[in-house]
């Protein structure tokens, strides 16, 4: 894999749900979830058409209808951070051959993240695994970086709110299900898993939690008050 390209990949899987497609169209949907689905978006082009569809279904709409203030949602934020930066930053993220794991981020990712990748603050969360925080929203959700070496396991776990995980390099599997580069697995407090990294190389995930994860066993709840979890 070049280290200064984003790695050709097939079509995703694993595709974000249609009706947040449709939230992140209408601009209702969090900054932190927005992140995740713009994200999604430059991988998959089957999504970004969904997208496009909703917007231009939704301007009809509102062609038809008095004008009023809309409130900025999660995507327009996120459009804007990306439109609004000063030009010399702009060319800066578009030429950017730093990586995190051999990965170049894709641009709606490196937007959030410092100049100087080496500068990033990780935190541990368990053997093989560390995080970094890129935001945390108005309404509390998180989005960052997971970094997971080959074969390392998250131990399992359930959930207070929802999560939304795309993969950026490498992959993991969720019992049977694999996951690859653009994939995103979306889970929820009706979810219990042990995800596993995949055993040819490290795996550089987007991740977005809403709530908590709740460690179902008794070393993995010790180890949770050392987490940012």
């Not at 939230?23 to 713009?38: E, K, N, P, W």
């Not at 996951?179 to 795996?203: L, Y």
Request: with cysteine.
């Amino acid at each position: 894999m070049g280290s200064n390209a984003r790695p050709n990949i097939d079509m995703p899987s694993h595709h974000i749900d249609g009706d947040m497609l449709l939230a992140y169209a209408a601009g209702t949907l969090g900054q932190a979830a927005s992140i995740v689905v713009a994200t999604h978006l430059s991988y998959c082009p089957h999504c970004r058409c969904s997208v496009l569809a909703a917007e231009a279904v939704g301007g009809a709409f509102l062609d038809d209808i008095a004008p009023e203030p809309l409130a900025q949602g999660g995507a327009s934020r996120v459009m804007d951070r990306l439109e609004n930066m000063p030009a010399e930053t702009r060319k800066s993220l578009t030429e950017d051959t730093q990586t995190i794991a051999g990965t170049v981020l894709p641009r709606p990712v490196r937007a959030w993240l410092p100049q100087d990748l080496s500068t990033l603050n990780w935190s541990w969360v368990s053997p093989g695994i560390k995080y970094t925080e890129m935001l945390k929203d108005a309404n509390g959700a998180r989005v960052g970086l997971m970094l997971a070496q080959a074969n390392a396991a998250i131990s399992a776990h359930g959930h207070s709110g929802e999560e939304l995980t795309m993969v950026l390099s490498g992959g993991y599997h969720d019992g049977a299900v694999a996951f690859r580069p653009g994939d995103v697995q979306s889970v929820d407090e009706n979810t219990h898993h042990e995800p596993k990294t995949d055993d040819d190389g490290a795996c550089l995930s987007l991740i977005m939690i809403s709530g908590s994860i709740n460690p179902t066993g008794l070393i993995a709840r010790i180890f949770r008050y050392f987490t940012p979890f």
